[in-house]
C-alpha cells in the first residue's frame, strides 16, 4: 500500500469514533500492539529530541526501503509512534522525504494534544524524514 493509502485507513478508522476518548483509547491500543524496541536500541541516540516523554525511534535499512521500529514510556505517545511507523514504514527513502502526512491534521490529532505533546508528534515525524533523507544520501 502507499503511503495515502495507509493515511486514508487511518482516517476511516478514526471517523468511526466521535468521542475523542475513544479515539485516545485507540492510540493506547496500537501503543500496546507496538512490537517492543530491542533494548539494545534503546540507546542516547535513538532518543527524540522535542519529546517531553521518553521515545526512542530505530530505523533500519531492508531493500531499499526504511523499517522503523520504536517505544516510549507514555501510552498515548507510544500510540502515536505506532500510527505513524504503521502509515510510514516499509517505503522508500524518496517516498517517506516527498509524503504529506495529512492524516494527522484530518484525524484532529495535532489539535487534541497538548502544546508539549503536539512538539513531540512534530518531532517524531522530523526524526523519521530526517532517517530518509540520511538513507537517501547514501542511495545517490
Known amino acids: 500500500m502507499t503511503i495515502n ?13 466521535t468521542d475523542w476518548m475513544d479515539k485516545y483509547q485507540m492510540l ?12 539494545q536500541y534503546k540507546t542516547e ?8 516523554s521518553r521515545v526512542w ?10 523499517i522503523f521500529t520504536a517505544d516510549s514510556d507514555a501510552l498515548i505517545v507510544k500510540g502515536i509512534i ?4 504503521r502509515v510510514v ?3 522508500t527513502p524518496k ?6 502526512l495529512y492524516f494527522i491534521d484530518r484525524i484532529g490529532l ?18 523519521m524524514k530526517m532517517y530518509a533523507v540520511v538513507y537517501q544520501s547514501k542511495l545517490l
Request: hydrophobic share 35%; glycine share 6%.
Open 28 to 39: 493506547i491500543d496500537l501503543g500496546n500492539e507496538l512490537e517492543p524496541l530491542d533494548e
Open 82 to 85: 505506532a500510527l505513524l511507523i
Open 110 to 127: 495535532r489539535e487534541h494534544l497538548s502544546p508539549t505533546r503536539a512538539n513531540g508528534l512534530l518531532a517524531m515525524t522530523k526524526q
Open 95 to 100: 517516498e517517506i522525504i516527498d509524503a504529506d
Open 89 to 91: 514504514s516499509n517505503h
Open 45 to 52: 541516540s535513538n532518543l527524540i529530541d522535542g519529546c517531553q
Open 57 to 66: 525511534l530505530q530505523c533500519d535499512e531492508k531493500d531499499g526501503r526504511l
Open 5 to 17: 493509502e495507509l493515511q486514508d485507513e487511518v482516517i476511516e478508522e478514526f471517523s468511526e469514533f
